[in-house]
């Protein structure tokens, strides 16, 4: 834009005629105006943007009457307050001010300014010469790209996707507002930089997003593409796409990258949402038919690697269609999510409950090596469905039916599998008495015999009626001295044969019974310790098993120093045999237990050591007096060389933790021979006795010490 400043005006200047020509010439407007802002030239330019025939018109007018109309705010300007005034009342120069100027038809007509004053001789300003031109067509420019700035984003605002460039040589990245927003900053908040940014990348991503950002700066690396998740100021985690492209100079240096960021948060979580409802119940929240599939096939493909077996249990309520039919389904609903949670609360590690759908629910039970543990696991799932549902004021019955497939007694199929604990769990319903069938005719045998016999002992302990204590001799390994006597459970109904132990303690243990069982075995063992005394035989340490319902039994300290009380048999002279599973549930309650125990002067035993899991770093912990070693170690001792060495480990453990040592199960002579040359304080075993009855026992003790043929003694 032509920029004046000179002395006279126009047509006063120097060689006059040429620069009037020169102005005439000019696409730009230009106009100059006395000192009281009245018109003095107008060239041609100025006169047609103006909309006046000629400059005759404004001639001697005031420039504000006829040109000025407003500022770019459109807002009319008062009077003597325009810019080209302020340049007559200061001489300051004006440069590239926007203004409308007023056509003859009277529509405002945008334009850029620029003006300077003009002097007199006298060194005043005698006037201004102003040169303007049209800018319609700039500012619908700019305001349509304004506009389509505005729309992007916008655009960029609803997709939650902003824009950005990143300028290595400046060392510098420009956001768009999106995605200010995106990260939760302000212009303000940012320090515009790759160390700025990498501030507000989350912590655990940052490895991830440096190396990104380094392979694609790379002139053959890959493209830059990422998703990771950003930390906002206000603690706040969001996950974000981000692509872009690097720009190589020719010598392959990168100089900038431009690309967007996608905030992806909400399509994230409802992708996770839409997974989460694809596998699971929406009324219960657990794994539905879907899910237990594909965990049951995984299930099996495991078992198949390690040769294991497992139970899938087929659960269905009973008389849940009253609850339904009677008090309407949102009451059945209720009802579902609570046996939900009670299923759930019985589950152990490794488990798996789905509901199948209706009131039909399934789980795959952990541990499934043998009935005894089918059972058991069956028994702990239905027994909560025992205790009454309540809704509102209602109260429901609603117990459960289970039907048992063997993975691989039954089959090896996932489809085959379910249908059959399906087909198992409508029997054991049509049966009732049960609860529980199995899919083969030989499970559901033994099944029936096991709930017969847990009949037959819940009818002996409320009577109390055939259980005795049997009593094995424990020897010092030396000398063959009786140091002590083991109580062991035996049961006969009526005439019949005497029990096995393997066959009904576990179910007295597994039925609970063993709680009631339980404080009569501790105080008949202190009973028969006291008659041997009264006798005139000399005192032994009295070992009782202790089931894990017993040892977890808030009461079972108070029951025991109750049994000693009425005996009158000193603490010392009681030894309580714990396992190693039970000691490591609770490890804090046990620890806490056992000091009640030590507290009241009653030694503890850990019984079948070696065969459970654990930890020496608690074991040193444990208040423990005797480590017993498990007969499955000593029937191994000549197998193979490890048998001899996992002894010897047990023995030298014991010994540095001030502990003593007896092994159990030792029926040959060898191996009664090992164990003295490696220091086993005691022995127990058939090698000097079976279990006998107290009268048997008294005779042992009377002699003091048992021999066997060709051992010492």
């Not at 509901?355 to 541990?367: C, K, M, P, Q, T």
């Not at 117990?399 to 029997?427: F, I, K, N």
């Not at 303690?505 to 202190?526: F, K, S």
Request: aromatic fraction near 6%; glycine fraction near 10%.
């Amino acid at each position: 834009m032509l920029s004046l400043s000179c002395g006279t005006s126009p047509h006063c200047m120097p060689g006059g005629a040429m620069r009037e020509q020169l102005l005439e010439s000019l696409a730009e407007g230009v106009f100059s105006v006395d000192a009281e802002g009245n018109f003095t030239f107008l060239n041609r330019a100025a006169c047609r943007l103006l909309g006046l025939a000629d400059e005759q018109v404004a001639l001697r007018a005031n420039h504000q009457e006829w040109a000025l109309h407003s500022g770019p705010d459109s807002q009319p300007l008062p009077p003597r307050s325009s810019p080209i005034d302020q340049v007559l009342r200061t001489g300051c120069v004006l440069k590239g001010c926007e203004l409308r100027f007023r056509h003859s038809d009277g529509h405002p007509v945008p334009v850029l300014v620029n003006a300077a004053p003009l002097y007199g001789e006298e060194g005043r300003i005698a006037g201004a010469v102003v040169s303007f031109q049209d800018v319609r067509e700039r500012q619908v420019a700019r305001e349509a790209l304004e506009r389509r700035e505005a729309e992007l984003a916008e655009a960029q605002q609803i997709a939650h996707l902003g824009s950005w460039v990143s300028d290595f040589v400046r060392n510098e990245i420009r956001w768009s507002d999106e995605v200010y927003r995106i990260f939760g900053l302000t212009p303000g908040e940012w320090g515009g930089t790759e160390a700025a940014f990498m501030e507000a990348v989350h912590p655990e991503d940052r490895a991830r997003v440096r190396q990104a950002i380094d392979e694609s700066m790379r002139p053959n690396g890959p493209p830059y593409d990422i998703e990771h998740r950003i930390q906002r100021p206000d603690g706040s985690v969001r996950i974000v796409h981000q692509k872009g492209t690097v720009a190589f100079d020719a010598d392959g240096r990168p100089l900038r990258m431009a690309g967007v960021v996608h905030d992806i948060t909400e399509m994230r979580e409802a992708e996770r949402r839409l997974q989460y409802l694809s596998h699971h119940d929406v009324l219960t929240e657990l794994p539905n038919r879907t899910l237990f599939q594909i965990r049951l096939r995984q299930a099996i493909s495991e078992a198949q690697a390690e040769k294991g077996c497992f139970a899938l249990v087929h659960i269905g309520l009973d008389r849940f269609r009253s609850v339904n039919e009677g008090v309407g389904h949102h009451a059945g609903d209720q009802v579902l999510q609570q046996v939900a949670r009670r299923l759930e609360a019985c589950l152990r590690p490794g488990e798996t409950l789905a509901r199948l759908g209706g009131d039909e629910f399934a789980v795959l039970l952990a541990g499934a090596g043998d009935d005894a543990e089918v059972a058991a696991g069956v028994d702990r799932l239905l027994a909560p469905l025992q205790e009454l549902f309540r809704v509102g004021e209602d109260e429901f019955y609603v117990p459960g039916s289970a039907g048992v497939a063997l993975y691989p007694h039954d089959c090896s199929s996932p489809g085959e599998l379910m249908q059959r604990a399906e087909a198992a769990m409508h029997r054991a319903k049509q049966e009732e008495s049960t609860r529980l069938a199995y899919y083969s005719a030989e499970m559901n045998q033994r099944a029936r015999a096991r709930v017969a016999l847990e009949s037959r002992l819940r009818r002996a302990v409320d009577r109390m009626e055939g259980f005795y204590l049997d009593y094995q001799p424990r020897v010092e390994t030396a000398t063959g001295r009786i140091i002590g006597l083991e109580a062991l459970l035996r049961w006969r109904e009526g005439e019949g044969p005497v029990h096995s132990p393997a066959t009904f303690v576990p179910v007295l243990e597994q039925t609970g019974l063993i709680m009631e069982l339980g404080e009569w075995i501790v105080g008949e063992a202190c009973r028969q310790a006291r008659a041997w005394r009264q006798a005139g035989l000399p005192p032994v340490q009295l070992a009782v098993n202790l089931a894990a319902p017993q040892f977890r039994d808030p009461a079972m300290p108070g029951i025991i120093e109750g049994a000693l009380g009425e005996a009158g048999l000193p603490p010392g002279n009681l030894e309580l045999e714990v396992t190693e599973s039970m000691l490591m549930r609770e490890v804090t309650s046990v620890i806490d237990t056992l000091g009640q125990f030590r507290d009241m002067g009653v030694r503890v035993a850990m019984d079948d050591f070696g065969t459970g899991y654990s930890s020496l770093a608690y074991l040193r912990r444990f208040p423990i007096d005797v480590l017993k070693i498990d007969r499955s170690f000593v029937n191994d001792l000549y197998a193979d060389e490890s048998g001899a060495a996992i002894i010897r480990t047990i023995l030298s453990l014991a010994d540095n933790l001030g502990m003593e040592s007896v092994a159990e199960g030792v029926e040959r002579p060898e191996q009664h021979a090992f164990l003295c040359r490696e220091g086993c304080h005691a022995v127990q075993g058939y090698l000097f006795s079976r279990p006998a009855s107290p009268e048997v026992c008294a005779r042992m003790l009377r002699r003091g010490r048992l021999s066997f043929e060709g051992g010492g003694g």
